[in-house]
């Protein structure tokens, strides 16, 4: 059963249900993304909203940033702060992208911010994400809280996110993703992302391989920029791993996080440095290691309760589906693995295939139901290019039947990987769980 959190002093009513609200956004701007912030902080300035909360971050980058969030959010609650987080996509109810202490909001509570944004707008388009992103804004408004956490969805300087000034801005990593929107460099995208720095503010940023882009943009406007491996940096052993910063601050003993996968230490990493920026919000490292070890994060490297070995990771561009090899190269199982996958048509399908292909036996090839996923004939089509065999590859009529199928297909020793994208791990998570 969902839990939530209920909005109160709501003000403004609405007879729509929540999935009336979700159909009636996706009618309203002609294209799915249109970046920019000329219409979304027009509306947002007819809002008139008190400030979001004391102190505000905002997450960018390429891979990680759900991860990141989920983190500080369970970190920061275990210290007893207030905290609400948007993040996008979901993956199974809208209601997972507006959190309030950890908890999912109502459907009543979204319906009525939906209503309120929709009377500020009058009559301005706004896409689907730009809605949901002002909802939330209003949401949190209403709330007297210590942190909000953001999550960028596209890009930075021109995603709707951008609008709010960020105390302490994050960037995860940067790496090819969304070519069609942001560029096909790193050093293009690196500048795109590094728009949600602010001047004379602190930067974190969660990968020692920074593009000359986002180190220039942080000089110009006179940013601390933070960075893993100069600034701060982790060492592991089996059992435990500690953290280390320039500052001469080191934290022994720390758990092994929650949330499965070799990126993740590095991710926690980062999320350890922005906390030690929270002047106003101190944790110890009691908090940090029970943060760690509650953090829920879902799709990522999730592993079904049914007892199936089925595997659900939302990795969907060749930077996530290396950082999924990592880790399933370290954790090898006996038997073998079959991968459930689908990606949508737009993503650099052969660099996700050839990220994974030494690490799976047998491939289980679906398209999640959306206009943009690729047809298992085109993924079969790329796989065979990559140099896997044909008698490797099935293709099925939805991913549902292609999960169950490699669950039967499987003995105690062998695992399943569902992966590519987070329809597709929504669609077999949705058979599963």
């Known amino acids: 059963m969902k839990s939530h959190v209920t909005l109160q002093g709501c003000g403004c009513d609405s007879n729509k249900s929540l999935p009336e609200w979700l159909a009636y956004l996706e009618t309203l701007h002609p294209q799915e993304i249109e970046l920019g912030l000329d219409r ?5 300035q007819r809002q008139s909203l008190p400030p979001l909360a004391r102190n505000t971050i905002v997450v960018a980058g390429t891979n990680g940033k759900g991860s990141t969030i989920a983190m500080l959010e369970s970190i920061l609650l275990s210290a007893g702060y207030s905290v609400g987080s948007y993040t996008s996509p979901h993956l199974n109810y809208y209601n997972e992208r507006v959190r309030i202490g950890g908890i999912d909001m109502d459907d009543s509570s979204l319906c009525r911010a939906f209503s309120r944004v929709e009377y500020a707008r009058a009559g301005t388009s706004l896409s689907y994400f730009e809605f949901g992103t002002l909802a939330a804004f ?26 709010v000034d960020a105390d302490i801005s994050v960037i995860t990593n940067i790496d090819i993703d969304h070519e069609e929107w942001l560029g096909s460099d790193r050093e293009i995208i690196g500048a795109e992302k590094a728009g949600v720095m602010r001047a004379q503010h602190i930067t974190v940023f969660g990968d020692s391989d920074v593009p000359q882009s986002v180190r220039d943009k942080a000089k110009e406007q006179n940013v601390q920029l933070r960075i893993l491996g ?17 500052t001469g601050l080191v934290i022994d003993s720390l758990p092994k996080p ?42 990522r490297y999730e592993a079904a309760e049914d007892g199936s070995g089925c ?13 999924l090899a990592k880790t399933l190269a370290a954790s090898p199982v006996d038997g073998v693995t079959r991968m459930v996958f689908g990606a949508m048509a737009d993503k650099d399908i052969e660099a996700i295939v050839l990220a994974l292909t030494g690490l799976v036996d047998h491939w ?25 065999a044909k008698n490797r590859l099935r293709q099925f009529d939805s991913v549902a039947i292609a999960t169950e199928q490699a669950i039967r297909d499987s ?9 590519g994208s987070f329809y597709t791990v929504a669609e077999a998570m949705r058979q599963r769980l």
């Open 40 to 44: 979304v902080r027009e509306v947002f």
């Open 138 to 163: 209003d949401i949190f408004s209403r709330h007297k809280l210590d942190i909000v956490l953001l999550e960028v969805g596209l890009g930075g300087r021109l995603d709707a996110v951008n609008i």
């Open 230 to 246: 100069e600034d701060f940096d982790f060492q592991r052993d089996a059992s435990a791993w500690q953290w280390t910063s320039n």
């Open 258 to 299: 929650a949330l499965a996968g070799e990126c993740q230490f590095s991710n926690a990493a980062m999320v350890i440095d922005v906390l030690q920026q929270l002047a106003l919000f101190p944790v110890d490292s009691f908090d940090i290691a029970e943060g760690l070890e509650k953090t829920q994060c879902r799709g």
């Open 311 to 323: 595997i659900f990771d939302v990795a969907h561009n060749p930077a996530s589906a290396e950082a």
């Open 364 to 388: 289980f090839l679906a398209a999640p139901a959306i206009p943009r996923a690729a047809e298992p004939a085109m993924l079969e089509m790329v796989c065979i290019s990559t140099g896997i």
């Open 411 to 419: 003995a105690g020793n062998d695992r399943v990987v569902v992966c």
